[in-house]
């Protein structure tokens, strides 16, 4: 607690009272300035022929290792475990800091002034061995400027991009600093966190653990909450892109990545699922079009192609197709069909008096007039999309029939349907038929019965006329609709073509389905070296004797 210095050459002493004193000393060159250091992170100056002592407390908590007067003693170094600082001796003897590094934590290490070099040593012992390594690296010597604000301590610093306004953060809140002037601008404790993206003087993303804020800072005094983005887990880094558009987030099972908008909000662009159980530490390349992240022993790279993201949790969805105009896309979350727009904003649909608690199981699109098949347990809605912004019903067909079916297709132009149930049997529907009695009469549409298997997928044609399917056997099946000429009863009166014309549309329209190709694993038709010379064989009026030769058969 007490320091005695004593003057050789004519024996007087000097005595001082310093408290907490850890033992480190230095005197000046020309022997009038004494520095020293206690243990709680402050320095003095001691000029004792004039019994003046100054101090200074240095922010950065770490034990002080060494102290030295440097530059004529004009300047004094001052060694803290992961810190270098020199600080200037003022006229007054006060210290006033003029340039802070930080090194790589090591047990030693040596500073050189000339070189502005560090000198690192480190010993250990290795299987019974005493091993050391020493590192030699230099420090930046480009011009600094300390920014410090004694009351609070700072956390971290980041500067806007041209870098005339630097934000330092700390425990209660955020300090920004005129980097041109060297004077506080803006000092508040509303909002706190340990990283920040600071946007020219107007915009101010600060974050922390639990929630990111964005602030308007264009009005100094009167501070505006633009957004604020909170989650469930807690954030375990941050890291955002030098063109200030893009940060990405770490979590634990998650990567996500947002786009700043220009009105201040946010817009995830995506989501990265990783599989690793430690911290992934996401970093964000200055153009914000890489991200690079750790993964179990190695590091990786993902290019970010994604444009927008919804992030549903726990939702399920099933089917997401566009629109015709591909303006829209459609989903079923939960079970129920949501409008999105194309950044995958959710567009409130009007469907919910019609579905109540009917889940749907299955969505298809159709090629034009932003059509759609939707199919429920006991009915099918066909519904259309309107000025890109309402969903509405144009029809609804209704059946018990529809309780076992899971496939569903509509053709490009939204005027037939197909329909498939687990038992191979599949139905087809002319939606040109304005009689929704009739349509909705299911059964009565039951084209081919007891198909090999269930089919699990149909795919329309271009043109309309002919169906694939994908069977549950691994085969595929093609299929060709044709319409049964009906016109036994117009009379061919050119005298009277309206009169014919009404008599044309007043007639049922009636189809078949016939499968006119298989593709099979395991065949269902055998013929191989079977004889169908002169062979007759159809189905639904329509010869197959082409399938039996694909199938081996000879004549």
Known sequence: MQLLLV????????????????????????EILVALANKYYTIYLWNYEKS????????QKQSIQNLQFINDDNELVCCQKETICIFSVQKDFQLKLKNIWQIESCQNYTFCPKHLSVLCY??????????GYKRISFLNPGQSMILIDEQQKPLKFSSNQDGNYIVQLNQQGFIIWDWKNEKQILNSDQWSGNNAMLIDLKILVIANEEEINILDIKE????????????????????????????????????????LLKDGQCQQVAVYDIKYNGKTNPVISPNGKFIVYKAQESYQIIRIKQLHTLELNDQSVFGLVYS???QNLITLINGHPILLTPTLEIIESQLEGVIKDNEAKS??????????????????????????????????????????CITISINHFGTQLIVGNPSGSIYFLDLTDSN??????????????????????????LNGTDIAAAIYDGSINLY????????????????????????????????????????????????????????????????????????????
């Open 7 to 30: 003057n050789l050459n004519n024996q007087q002493q000097y005595q001082k009272d310093i408290q907490n004193l850890n033992g480190i000393a230095v005197i000046s060159q020309n």
């Open 52 to 59: 003046i002592t100054t101090e200074i407390t240095l922010f």
């Open 122 to 131: 480190n010993n250990s012992w290795k299987q019974d061995i005493w091993c």
């Open 220 to 259: 100094l005094h009167n501070i505006k909450l633009l957004s604020s983005l909170s989650f469930d887990q807690p954030i375990q880094n941050i890291s955002f892109a030098s063109n200030q558009e893009y940060f990405v987030c770490g979590f634990d099972t998650k990567i996500k990545l947002w786009k």
């Open 324 to 326: 015709s105009d591909f």
């Open 363 to 404: 969505i298809v699109s159709a090629s034009v007039d932003s059509i759609f098949a939707i199919l429920y347990d006991a009915f099918i809605l066909i519904v259309k999309i309107i000025d890109q912004k309402k969903l509405i019903v144009i029809r609804q067909i209704s059946s018990e029939g529809f309780r076992d």
């Open 436 to 461: 929704d009695e009739e349509l909705n009469k299911f059964e009565q549409h039951l084209k081919i019965e007891n198909q090999n298997d269930q089919v699990n997928w149909f795919a329309f044609s």
């Open 480 to 555: 060709s609709v044709e319409q049964i000429e009906n016109d036994q009863n117009i009379k061919h009166n050119e005298e009277n073509q309206e009169q014919q014309n009404q008599l044309s549309e007043s007639i049922k329209k009636e189809f078949r389905l016939i499968c006119y190709k298989s593709f099979s694993r395991q065949s269902l038709l055998l013929a191989n070296q079977c004889m169908v010379k002169d062979s007759k064989i159809t189905q639904n009026g329509k010869s197959i004797i082409q399938l039996f030769r694909q199938k081996g058969a000879r004549e």
